[in-house]
């Protein structure tokens, strides 16, 4: 019995102990053995299975449902053709219909399924199930093998990999905190301070990276920023810092938080100059353009890091740039950033998770995978604008990331939607409504006067000329010659086509 407690410390100390002090160091020293590119391959393999698994249930439960519509006898016409249960309507009409409205409702239930902008603020849609409840659910009880395999990455996930990770995000955390307060009260002028801020930020993010098992691959490294300048990219998280600073060290510009990210804020701020604001202040904005303009403008600081979207994006698309870290004349750095949800979602929706919470589901989640590329530098043209600048950045960004490119701004998200679009909105729908009653009054009287005058309608609905009756041939001797018509006559005659024709009946005097 008192060989208990010491077997299971040795099974803790080799279970928890031993992996958490060799990914730590690991960290430290940026080592790599290939380990996670295994795990990375691994997981793959894990998630075709399942697909394949789920595409055959998938298969066999349709097959069954095609064999009950077989069943069914359909009513059709003589022509075996299907007709719809309500009667079209030929061309337009001068009342207003139901069916008017069907275009109307059609384009708004399309919005709501699938528009450019509200879906970028959810996360993305996965083409195979990652084995994550958070995701898909009901995948996991479609056969006694995947729920088998679901549960196995259950335990996997909360009782190895997130006990592991929890301790690594703490030690990250005082390691920061520990080397920003020995960088921090050295001199600016000594030359050795930026080597030691760039060092520890570097040592800090690699750990935090180990907390979410992240597998970064860097492309075109000859464009990374390694001084004074602007740096932008897209933005899905607050863990793109900790993506791009594993690299490259960065000066930060961002909003001002409370709880563990603004431990890590002040933290950070102690050994480099970064800039933290609040976006509610007018007075806020700007001194963070006066002091954006000197940062980027010092040769001795390293190259300040912006998202220009503002906000969060769930990484399928790219939105609109905000045109203040454009204005400023500078080089810029673009950076695309890509991730892959097979294996983790990196999108942070704040306005339903805190920053915690979010940390959890990385923690929790398989792994976070990502690409990162390093653009060319780019300078403003001396004509063009800033906002054609910030467009032309954001396409550069988009089209190497294989994101989409959306001139909507991310402010979205946030804000609804505004008073001008939906009078838009309305504006065009009237404009229809008054076009379909104007066409209708035009093919009315159009129609009128064909019918009255020497003209018809061809099959195709184009206008021809009846042909011309032929000549009355003579009365014969013994046939009774028909007497012409009076003047009277032709005036009724007359009179009865105008009242036909025109759209307002006119007055006919009776004689008296």
Same mark, same amino acid.
């Given at each position: 019995?008192?060989?208990?407690?010491?077997?299971?410390?040795?099974?803790?100390?080799?279970?928890?102990?031993?992996?958490?002090?060799?990914? &730590?160091?690991?960290?430290? /020293?940026?080592?790599? &053995?290939?380990?996670?590119?295994?795990?990375?391959?691994?997981?793959?393999?894990?998630?075709?299975?399942?697909?394949?698994?789920?595409?055959?249930?998938?298969?066999?439960?349709?097959?069954?449902?095609?064999?009950?519509? +077989?069943?069914?006898?359909?009513?059709?016409? +003589?022509?075996?053709?299907?007709?719809?249960?309500?009667?079209?309507?030929?061309?337009?009409?001068?009342?207003?219909?139901?069916? +008017?409205?069907?275009?109307?409702?059609?384009?708004?239930?399309?919005?709501?399924?699938?528009?450019?902008?509200?879906?970028?603020? $959810?996360?993305?849609?996965?083409? @195979?199930?990652?084995?994550?409840?958070?995701?898909?659910?009901?995948?996991?009880?479609?056969?006694?093998?995947?729920?088998?395999?679901?549960?196995?990455?259950?335990?996997?996930?909360?009782?190895?990999?997130?006990?592991?990770?929890?301790?690594?995000?703490?030690?990250?955390?005082?390691?920061?905190? &520990?080397?920003?307060?020995?960088?921090? *009260?050295? *001199?600016?002028?000594?030359?050795?301070?930026?080597?030691?801020?760039?060092?520890?930020?570097?040592?800090?993010?690699?750990?935090?990276?180990?907390? /979410?098992?992240?597998?970064?691959?860097?492309?075109?490294?000859?464009?990374?920023?390694?001084?004074?300048?602007?740096?932008?990219?897209?933005?899905?998280?607050?863990?793109?810092?900790?993506?791009?600073?594993?690299?490259?060290?960065?000066?930060?510009?961002?909003?001002?938080?409370?709880? /563990?990210?603004?431990?890590?804020?002040?933290?950070?701020?102690?050994?480099?100059?970064h800039i933290w604001f609040n976006r509610s202040e007018m007075k806020d904005r700007k001194a963070v353009a006066r002091r954006l303009k000197l940062h980027a403008q010092d040769p001795t600081k390293p190259p300040i890091l912006i998202f220009p979207e503002g906000t969060c994006i769930n990484n399928s698309a790219v939105m609109q740039f905000k045109k203040g870290s454009f204005e400023v004349d500078s080089v810029i750095y673009p950076i695309a950033i890509k991730y892959d949800p097979r294996f983790g979602d990196a999108f942070w929706n704040s306005a339903k998770h805190g920053m915690l919470h979010y940390v959890y589901r990385m923690m929790t989640s398989w792994a976070i995978v990502c690409d990162v590329w390093y653009l060319p530098p780019m300078y403003r043209k001396p004509e063009e604008s800033a906002v054609d600048f910030a467009n032309r950045v954001k396409a550069e960004i988009a089209q190497k990331g294989g994101l989409i490119d959306l001139d909507w701004d991310g402010?979205?998200?946030?804000?609804?939607?505004?008073?001008?679009?939906?009078?838009?909105?309305?504006?065009?729908?009237?404009?229809?409504?008054?076009?379909?009653?104007?066409?209708?009054?035009?093919?009315?009287?159009?129609?009128?006067?064909?019918?009255?005058? $020497?003209?018809? $309608?061809?099959?195709?609905?184009?206008?021809?000329?009846?042909?011309?009756?032929?000549?009355?041939?003579?009365?014969?001797?013994?046939?009774?010659?028909?007497?012409?018509? @009076?003047?009277?006559?032709?005036?009724? +005659?007359?009179? #009865?086509?105008?009242?036909?024709?025109?759209?307002? *009946?006119?007055?006919?005097?009776?004689? #008296?």
């Open positions: 019995m008192m060989q208990l407690p010491f077997i299971i410390s040795a099974t803790f100390f080799v279970i928890f102990a031993v992996p958490t002090l060799t990914l &730590f160091l690991l960290g430290i /020293f940026h080592k790599l &053995f290939g380990v996670r590119e295994k795990y990375k391959e691994l997981l793959l393999f894990i998630f075709e299975r399942g697909r394949q698994r789920i595409e055959k249930n998938t298969l066999s439960r349709r097959q069954s449902q095609m064999n009950l519509l +077989d069943e069914v006898d359909l009513e059709d016409d +003589d022509d075996g053709i299907i007709t719809p249960m309500y009667n079209e309507r030929e061309g337009p009409s001068p009342d207003f219909e139901l069916s +008017d409205t069907f275009e109307l409702v059609t384009a708004g239930i399309q919005a709501i399924v699938q528009d450019q902008v509200t879906h970028r603020f $959810e996360a993305e849609e996965l083409q @195979s199930w990652n084995l994550l409840t958070r995701t898909n659910h009901g995948y996991e009880w479609i056969s006694v093998k995947l729920t088998l395999l679901w549960v196995a990455g259950f335990y996997i996930r909360y009782l190895i990999l997130l006990p592991l990770r929890v301790v690594i995000l703490i030690l990250g955390s005082v390691t920061m905190t &520990f080397l920003t307060g020995l960088v921090g *009260p050295i *001199p600016g002028s000594w030359k050795i301070k930026p080597l030691l801020n760039d060092w520890a930020c570097r040592v800090s993010f690699r750990i935090f990276s180990r907390a /979410f098992s992240a597998i970064i691959t860097y492309h075109d490294e000859q464009f990374k920023p390694n001084r004074n300048g602007i740096t932008v990219a897209n933005h899905t998280s607050p863990i793109d810092v900790v993506i791009l600073s594993c690299n490259s060290s960065f000066s930060l510009i961002g909003q001002s938080h409370g709880g /563990f990210l603004g431990v890590m804020q002040r933290a950070l701020a102690r050994a480099s100059s402010g979205l998200k946030r804000s609804p939607a505004k008073k001008e679009w939906k009078e838009k909105q309305q504006l065009e729908l009237a404009t229809k409504i008054i076009s379909n009653n104007n066409s209708f009054s035009r093919k009315n009287s159009s129609s009128t006067l064909i019918s009255g005058s $020497e003209f018809s $309608e061809d099959e195709h609905g184009n206008l021809v000329s009846s042909p011309t009756p032929p000549p009355i041939p003579p009365a014969s001797p013994t046939e009774k010659r028909i007497p012409e018509q @009076s003047e009277e006559c032709e005036e009724e +005659d007359e009179d #009865e086509f105008i009242m036909m024709t025109s759209p307002v *009946p006119l007055e006919v005097k009776k004689e #008296e």
